[in-house]
DNA sequence: CATGAATGAGATTTCATTCAT
DNA sequence: GATGAATGAAATCTCATTCAT
């Protein structure tokens, strides 16, 4: 697959890094081109203009980080369980990433409103995911059953993306990986029917 | 107090006003002064660059926001109502000033990273706040004493701050300070020492 | 005399010591009415425009510088012992006012062509001067008859302003006067009629 | 040689010209480049900023003016010979580049310090040319040997600047290499050993 | 398919000068 | 006479995109 329109990942790639070592202002399509051993006008016969090679970065990377994701949960039974392996998943794939985690936790958050829009359509199979596990665990009476989804997936997503943006921007002094059992218990809790408190 | 140096608040108002209007990349800083009234020169006797103007526009607007939150919790006597009273207060100060709201959640995120790292700066009082309520909570055997405090204001701000992001880019649809009691009480419940669950 | 409208010439001294120590570009209206201690305004009830203060400088700088050669002369009776007193008073002049030199001789330089053709103005007592003593060289039969006046005095007052030039510009490293003598030998050389040197 | 880097050349030529109509400060970089019929962008495709083209230019002109001197000197056998070659092609090629002169002799000398001292560098060659001439006339017994040779440089380079920049100033309204014979004379004379004028 | 030279629109900031007090 | 806050015109340079080869 990697050989089908090898130009094509070749210019992915170099965004990455480029973006990821000169910061969104500082990536202009020449330092991308020449990064990737291509022409500047060789980018145009692959992407509609730079906006194009951003969200196609975003979909290819996050398609790939989406479905790692997908994958491991359905081997999980509980949603307590399914949503511990997203969050592991979730930290450990943009701890493993370097760039991958400082470009889409801070240089593309520099993009205007409309690339914005477009990189929300892309994430809409996350949240897509993580409705899914509320969901399942309000099937399961692991879950109060008056849980107002939506919240609870902006609950979930915020908090996991303002850990993952602290850590980028703390220089990654700490294993993000090792969040993962204290946040689970905390979400799980807040999502559990509540034993009367007395 | 807004008559002492009037221009200064002249300017910084127009400047939310046009970047909301126009957008962060829209917002020159000629129609800044336009809307100020004042000459293009005239922004320079008061702000050091452009950059400058943003940095005080955040300065001053959320120095306000985070003083109202935080008389209003003095008010408060569990850590509980201080939480509810918080959330109440930041969705409603965001609810009522429409075009702060958007400044805010969407057109000032994409400045570069220096200007991040200085709003940063101007966010922390609001973070030591939320610790406060935290360790509060802690004292009053009300949260668990296991907390890790970092983590948990991480969550507290990203649920909050990703609610009222998805609540502008969805232009205001529902009245956003309604969601505050549900937050509430999963954030509680976050934080609560369970019973056993069996 | 220099009671007689102090702000006049506490400006034209401002003006003098900002400009040697800022250079020409970084010497703004505003600085040197700081420096005079008057305001902005100030300024313009004294001199037109920012190139007034310049001429001005010059006017009564220059005026100074040539008054001072002009009475030395008038000591000299040979035309040769004129030429050596101008020279030395040249040199001299210029290497006790240290500001002055690197205003005159390197900053003023930067001006634009209305102001050099003022400044030209200023300097011709100055060109008088010399075609004076060559006149006087002429008559007293030390200098050949048939010597071109203006290209002479071209030749006298080029060499003497590109040795003090080079003299500023390398940081004044050795003493100025001391040239004088070289100098004026080669000058009067130059002027003398030539026995046949078959 | 001409046609490499045509639009190098191209907007070399287009920058004389420019500022000698409009002056140096008229001189604006998309006036140059339509001159040049470029866009404006392309300036910055063949130099770094607008000082490089200032820079380059002089570079360029002042290395064929040179480089013509330098040839025509090799004919020479005498340092008077060389000396007069020299003035002659000085005069001669500024009489006919009308624009160049202007350039040169007035217009580049507004340019700030830090330009100036590049100017310099580029004028180096011309002095070392000089230099060569008044020591070729020592060795042939032809100067006084005891001749200070920067200061000699200094005599005969700012005498034909001097001259050249009082004919720009006056329109041309004289033939200038017509000044060579008597500048020639008055130099060698300058520089000769003097028979006891008892 | 690939190239890369050329394009040209667009915005921040400075600073001489004014004029109401 | 003196002030100094306010004015506003003006120019360099960048960089996404094109198109002839």
Same mark, same amino acid.
């Given at each position: ?13 170099? $965004? ?13 399509? #020449?330092?991308? $081109? ?45 949603? #307590? ?13 943009? #701890? ?17 409103? #409309? ?84």
């Amino acid at each position: 697959m990697k050989n089908q329109k090898p130009k094509y990942h070749q210019i992915i790639e170099a $965004a990455v890094k480029v973006i990821a070592e000169n910061g969104y202002h500082g990536s202009q399509v #020449s330092k991308i $081109a020449k990064e990737a051993n291509v022409a500047d006008g060789t980018i145009y016969l692959y992407f509609k203009n730079k906006e194009h090679i951003l969200v196609s970065l975003f979909e290819v990377k996050m398609g790939e980080f989406i479905d790692q994701i997908a994958k491991a949960i359905e081997a999980c039974s509980t949603a #307590s369980d399914q949503l511990y392996t997203m969050i592991k998943m979730h930290f450990g794939q943009l #701890s493993t990433d370097y760039y991958l985690a400082i470009v889409t936790q801070l240089e593309l958050r520099q993009s205007d409103i #409309s690339l914005r829009l477009q990189i929300n359509q892309v994430l809409k199979p996350y949240l897509t995911i993580i409705d899914g596990i509320i969901q399942t665990g309000i099937k399961q009476q692991q879950f109060r059953e008056d849980l107002n989804i939506p919240l609870v997936r902006q609950m979930i997503f915020g908090t996991l993306d303002e850990i993952v943006t602290n850590w980028v921007m703390k220089d990654q002094k700490y294993p993000l990986v090792d969040m993962a059992p204290e946040i689970h218990r905390m979400l799980v809790s807040a999502l559990t029917a509540q034993q009367i408190s007395k």
